[in-house]
């Protein structure tokens, strides 16, 4: 054993230093490759190899963990919250489950014009804003990557500052957002959204997270990022490429909306809704060209082998030079490869400056949607494109939109409104100069291009040109005989006598109806373009329509009355009220009806007003047929019948002293009432009164002042008024008569449209004279409740408190028992 001992133990010890050395080797050989494998080899360099096949490529590693990062907000932002209507109208547009998603690229790109819009203006007065190189180049970029399912559209515009992210980002008008989802409710067109200033956050129907990149000239860069969970993120931008000036906006598209990752896609949408955008707008396309690239050798050895065996027959001095050909010419092949370029999408001429007569409809309704930012299928109801020449040049085209504003009479004098866009010599100035158009016409939609007014023009500025007037007039005057052309080319408005010379066009067809619905939509307007507007007046007049006594449920004009005059007719007749159903039952129009004279229906309360400063037409006076000075012919018994109910009149006058009334007359308008309300000439009418005392600031003092003052006309065919008049003669005192004329009285004061100043008393008339007709006493009483039966049904009330109360304590005696037991 001892022999053994000893190599036992050298041997031992030489094991245990061989393995320390190994162990240091690979150590050493283990940090050598974690040094190498910080950068490993790409998946291409090693296909073939079946240890690594399995291998990733970093930059796909690197991309996905950005990816799966960037969907949830950087936890180094500053965090904000939405307000309450954004997000209410995020959870309407992200659960929306209407079909067209489209729109919201349309919306990208017309808030980038905008932005692009307000840089060019500012750098009229400050020309080193727009910067140098591509900061210069007010353009929009479009720009797509598939793998990463980002869409981003970029701008050069005058970009947002943090303050900027947030107010026009987090929070929004509640007026606009409350009237979309309004109108959303009731029509259910998402296509509307641009019109209330939110289209911003249409980028929801496509995307569940989204970036926007922006930089301002007076700030830093900044990301604002939201996945519309009712919060964003704002923070400055460290990581992201420069821009310089601008913003760009990253669209992460849902699975669903991966259309939108195909160019073709883009192109048509762009193509569909902002061909007519004032900047050019590129998409970073994909191209494929023919590129020379060199040939294979194994190719050139074949065709070399191919070349000698054709040319055997050959002289040597030629194999000679073609080997010489070759060397200097080496072969090449033609191969298809995929390129990126900036495409250019819209490269229309801007519409106005071309020759009207080159235009197409399509072209003018594209540009009209665009313009308007209305993409409905209706097309504009007429439009306008003209060239004004002499002391102020200009280009104009205006449109009738085929609806109006939900809002359009909201705050009519309060809002400095304009649906025009100004421009001068090309360049976008302004859409805030409601000094072009009048206020009556502030539903018109399009735009203006001076060459006389300076670039640096502002609103205090324009309005000291001479040359403001001379174009202002001549767009009232075009926007006026644009809305009258509409009623000439509709076969509906055309008299009796121009329909049996007409030849019925299919044309005319499509135009039939047009300008009773422009009236429906935007009758009012015309109505206050008479009231403000005195220079044009007339013209506007021609443009009136309404119902009449002879109309049949259709529209008509003042020329179309007028030429269905009677013979000796003078005056335009016309009333006014609150529905047509109404006034056709007015006592006012009995006679006028039996005489076949037509009279006006005015129902629209602005017809008050209207009436007031639109005295005549055509050497025509208008005469309200509830007023004083009406005029139906002489009666050679008028004078009779005055003589003869001169004692009535006088009697009841004196009688209705207390009742305001100036005075009472033989009436010519009436033929089955007794009697009727009217008032003076310059008065307010029964409906005007009732107008201004439902106003909410109304003073019933100054009110008084306007009243007209009443004159009670009764019918002295009528055989009320007749026995009246008998019974005043027979005895004028007798208390009988004076209640039923005062209850006569006022049952003309109610039917005639005025409201009764003691209603309670009139009902206490009206009680009176039923009791009469039922022979009950007029000292007859009320049968008075017999108290008695009041004290039985408060004692039930107190037996049925108690029962509960006994029930309960009956339950509770149970209770006990059962525990007991």
């Given at each position: 054993m001892?022999?053994w001992t000893?190599p036992?133990a050298l041997l031992l010890?030489?094991?245990?230093?061989?393995?320390a050395d190994?162990g240091r080797?690979?150590?050493a050989?283990a940090?050598?490759?974690?040094?190498?494998l910080?950068?490993?080899?790409?998946?291409?360099?090693?296909i073939?190899?079946?240890p690594?096949g399995?291998s990733?490529?970093?930059d796909?590693a690197r991309?996905?963990?950005e990816s799966i990062?960037k969907?949830?907000l950087?936890?180094?932002a500053?965090?904000?919250?939405?307000q309450?209507?954004v997000?209410?109208?995020m959870d309407?547009?992200?659960?929306s489950l209407?079909?067209?998603?489209?729109i919201f690229?349309?919306?990208?790109i017309?808030?980038?014009s905008d932005?692009l819009d307000?840089?060019r203006?500012?750098s009229?007065?400050?020309?080193?804003i727009?910067g140098?190189g591509?900061?210069a180049?007010?353009?929009?970029?479009i720009?797509?990557?598939?793998?990463k399912?980002?869409l981003?559209?970029?701008?050069?515009?005058i970009g947002?500052?943090?303050?900027d992210l947030?107010?026009?980002?987090?929070?929004?008008?509640k007026?606009g957002?409350s009237?979309?989802?309004?109108?959303?409710?009731?029509?259910?067109?998402l296509?509307?959204?641009g019109?209330f200033g939110v289209?911003?956050?249409s980028?929801?129907l496509?995307?569940?997270?989204?970036e926007v990149?922006?930089?301002?000239?007076?700030?830093?860069?900044?990301?604002?990022e939201?996945?519309a969970?009712g919060?964003?993120?704002?923070?400055?931008?460290?990581?992201?490429?420069?821009?310089?000036r601008g913003t760009?906006i990253r669209?992460?598209l849902?699975?669903e909306?991966g259309?939108?990752?195909?160019e073709?896609?883009?192109k048509?949408?762009v193509?569909r809704?902002?061909?007519?955008i004032n900047?050019?707008?590129?998409?970073?396309?994909?191209?494929e060209?023919?590129v020379?690239?060199?040939a294979?050798e194994?190719e050139?050895?074949?065709?070399?082998?191919?070349?000698?065996?054709?040319s055997?027959?050959?002289s040597?001095?030629d194999?000679a030079?073609?080997?010489?050909?070759?060397?200097?010419k080496p072969?090449?092949?033609t191969?298809?490869?995929?390129?990126y370029?900036?495409?250019?999408?819209?490269d229309?001429?801007?519409?106005?400056?071309?020759n009207?007569?080159e235009?197409?409809d399509?072209?003018?309704?594209k540009?009209y949607q665009?313009?308007?930012?209305?993409?409905?299928?209706?097309?504009?109801?007429a439009?306008?494109?003209?060239n004004?020449?002499g002391?102020?040049e200009?280009?104009?085209?205006l449109f009738?939109p085929p609806?109006a504003?939900h809002d359009?009479y909201?705050?009519?004098?309060?809002a400095?409104?304009s649906n025009?866009?100004?421009?001068?010599r090309?360049v976008?100035?302004?859409?805030?100069?409601?000094?072009?158009?009048?206020?009556?016409?502030?539903?018109?939609?399009?735009?203006?291009?001076?060459?006389t007014?300076?670039?640096?023009v502002s609103?205090?500025?324009?309005?000291?040109?001479s040359?403001?007037k001379t174009?202002k007039k001549?767009?009232?005057?075009?926007?006026l005989?644009m809305i009258?052309?509409?009623?000439?080319?509709?076969?509906?408005?055309a008299t009796?006598?121009d329909k049996k010379?007409?030849?019925v066009?299919?044309?005319?067809d499509?135009?039939?109806g047009?300008y009773a619905?422009?009236?429906?939509?935007?009758?009012?307007?015309?109505?206050?373009g008479?009231i403000?507007?005195?220079?044009?007046r007339n013209r506007?007049?021609k443009l009136?329509?309404f119902?009449?006594?002879?109309s049949e449920?259709?529209?008509t004009s003042?020329?179309?009355?007028?030429?269905r005059?009677?013979?000796?007719?003078k005056?335009?007749?016309y009333?006014?009220?609150t529905?047509?159903?109404?006034?056709?039952?007015?006592?006012?129009l009995?006679r006028?009806?039996?005489?076949?004279?037509e009279?006006?229906?005015?129902?629209?309360p602005?017809?008050?007003?209207?009436?007031?400063?639109l005295?005549?037409y055509?050497d025509k006076k208008?005469?309200?047929?509830s007023?004083?000075?009406?005029?139906l012919?002489?009666?050679?018994?008028d004078?009779?019948?005055?003589?003869?109910f001169?004692?009535?009149?006088?009697?009841w006058?004196?009688?209705l002293?207390?009742?305001n009334?100036?005075?009472?007359?033989i009436?010519?308008?009436?033929d089955?009432t007794?009697?009727?309300v009217?008032t003076s000439k310059?008065?307010w009418s029964a409906n005007?009164?009732?107008?201004m005392?439902s106003?909410t600031l109304?003073?019933?003092?100054k009110q008084?002042?306007?009243?007209?003052k009443?004159v009670?006309?009764v019918?002295?065919r009528h055989?009320i008024i007749?026995?009246?008049r008998?019974?005043?003669?027979?005895?004028?005192?007798?208390?009988?008569?004076?209640?039923?004329?005062?209850?006569?009285?006022q049952?003309?004061?109610?039917?005639?449209?005025?409201?009764?100043d003691?209603?309670?008393d009139f009902?206490?008339?009206?009680?009176?004279?039923?009791?009469t007709?039922?022979d009950?006493?007029?000292e007859?009483a009320v049968e008075e409740?017999?108290?008695?039966e009041?004290?039985e049904s408060?004692?039930d009330v107190?037996e049925a408190?108690?029962?509960?109360?006994?029930?309960?304590?009956?339950?509770?005696?149970?209770?006990?028992?059962?525990d007991e037991?």
């Amino acid at each position: 054993m001892r022999k053994w001992t000893l190599p036992s133990a050298l041997l031992l010890l030489c094991l245990l230093f061989l393995f320390a050395d190994q162990g240091r080797n690979f150590q050493a050989n283990a940090e050598v490759d974690s040094d190498e494998l910080v950068d490993p080899p790409k998946v291409e360099d090693k296909i073939g190899a079946v240890p690594n096949g399995l291998s990733t490529d970093s930059d796909v590693a690197r991309r996905e963990a950005e990816s799966i990062s960037k969907r949830s907000l950087r936890s180094s932002a500053e965090k904000f919250e939405f307000q309450a209507e954004v997000s209410r109208l995020m959870d309407i547009i992200i659960n929306s489950l209407y079909s067209n998603k489209d729109i919201f690229l349309r919306e990208l790109i017309s808030n980038a014009s905008d932005a692009l819009d307000k840089i060019r203006f500012l750098s009229l007065t400050d020309k080193e804003i727009l910067g140098e190189g591509d900061n210069a180049k007010l353009e929009i970029q479009i720009k797509l990557d598939k793998e990463k399912k980002i869409l981003s559209v970029r701008d050069r515009g005058i970009g947002m500052t943090k303050e900027d992210l947030i107010k026009n980002l987090g929070t929004i008008a509640k007026s606009g957002t409350s009237a979309f989802v309004e109108k959303m409710q009731t029509s259910g067109d998402l296509n509307l959204i641009g019109q209330f200033g939110v289209g911003f956050y249409s980028v929801y129907l496509v995307a569940d997270y989204v970036e926007v990149i922006s930089k301002h000239n007076d700030d830093k860069q900044y990301v604002w990022e939201s996945k519309a969970d009712g919060a964003f993120a704002i923070s400055e931008d460290t990581w992201n490429e420069p821009l310089g000036r601008g913003t760009e906006i990253r669209l992460h598209l849902r699975d669903e909306a991966g259309e939108y990752l195909e160019e073709f896609k883009l192109k048509e949408l762009v193509k569909r809704y902002s061909e007519f955008i004032n900047f050019p707008i590129y998409l970073w396309a994909s191209k494929e060209v023919d590129v020379e690239v060199p040939a294979d050798e194994d190719e050139s050895s074949d065709e070399g082998e191919s070349s000698e065996s054709s040319s055997e027959e050959e002289s040597e001095e030629d194999d000679a030079e073609k080997s010489e050909d070759e060397e200097k010419k080496p072969k090449t092949k033609t191969v298809k490869e995929t390129t990126y370029e900036w495409e250019l999408l819209n490269d229309v001429k801007a519409i106005w400056l071309r020759n009207p007569k080159e235009v197409t409809d399509e072209e003018y309704n594209k540009f009209y949607q665009s313009l308007a930012k209305d993409f409905s299928d209706e097309k504009p109801l007429a439009w306008s494109h003209f060239n004004a020449e002499g002391d102020v040049e200009f280009k104009a085209v205006l449109f009738v939109p085929p609806k109006a504003p939900h809002d359009l009479y909201e705050s009519y004098y309060n809002a400095n409104k304009s649906n025009l866009k100004l421009y001068v010599r090309r360049v976008f100035i302004s859409d805030e100069f409601d000094e072009l158009l009048p206020k009556y016409l502030n539903f018109l939609k399009g735009l203006v291009d001076s060459d006389t007014l300076p670039l640096n023009v502002s609103r205090e500025m324009l309005q000291q040109y001479s040359s403001l007037k001379t174009i202002k007039k001549k767009l009232i005057r075009k926007a006026l005989d644009m809305i009258r052309r509409i009623a000439d080319e509709d076969p509906d408005e055309a008299t009796d006598k121009d329909k049996k010379g007409m030849m019925v066009l299919s044309d005319n067809d499509e135009k039939r109806g047009q300008y009773a619905k422009f009236w429906n939509e935007f009758g009012k307007s015309i109505k206050l373009g008479i009231i403000e507007d005195a220079t044009n007046r007339n013209r506007l007049a021609k443009l009136l329509r309404f119902e009449t006594t002879k109309s049949e449920g259709k529209l008509t004009s003042l020329d179309q009355y007028i030429s269905r005059m009677k013979s000796g007719q003078k005056d335009i007749f016309y009333i006014t009220g609150t529905s047509k159903e109404q006034l056709e039952k007015s006592p006012f129009l009995e006679r006028l009806k039996k005489k076949n004279y037509e009279v006006i229906f005015f129902t629209d309360p602005v017809d008050e007003y209207l009436m007031q400063y639109l005295m005549d037409y055509e050497d025509k006076k208008f005469q309200n047929v509830s007023k004083e000075g009406l005029k139906l012919g002489k009666d050679s018994k008028d004078k009779e019948l005055k003589e003869s109910f001169k004692d009535l009149t006088k009697w009841w006058k004196k009688a209705l002293s207390s009742e305001n009334v100036d005075d009472v007359k033989i009436s010519s308008r009436l033929d089955n009432t007794p009697c009727v309300v009217v008032t003076s000439k310059y008065g307010w009418s029964a409906n005007m009164e009732r107008i201004m005392q439902s106003q909410t600031l109304s003073d019933a003092k100054k009110q008084a002042y306007m009243r007209g003052k009443r004159v009670l006309e009764v019918n002295p065919r009528h055989p009320i008024i007749k026995e009246l008049r008998q019974r005043v003669i027979k005895n004028p005192e007798d208390e009988s008569v004076k209640q039923t004329a005062q209850l006569v009285y006022q049952t003309a004061l109610f039917q005639s449209g005025f409201l009764l100043d003691d209603p309670k008393d009139f009902a206490s008339r009206i009680y009176d004279s039923v009791k009469t007709s039922l022979d009950i006493s007029p000292e007859a009483a009320v049968e008075e409740e017999d108290d008695s039966e009041e004290v039985e049904s408060e004692s039930d009330v107190k037996e049925a408190a108690s029962t509960p109360t006994a029930e309960a304590d009956a339950g509770n005696d149970d209770a006990d028992a059962k525990d007991e037991l």
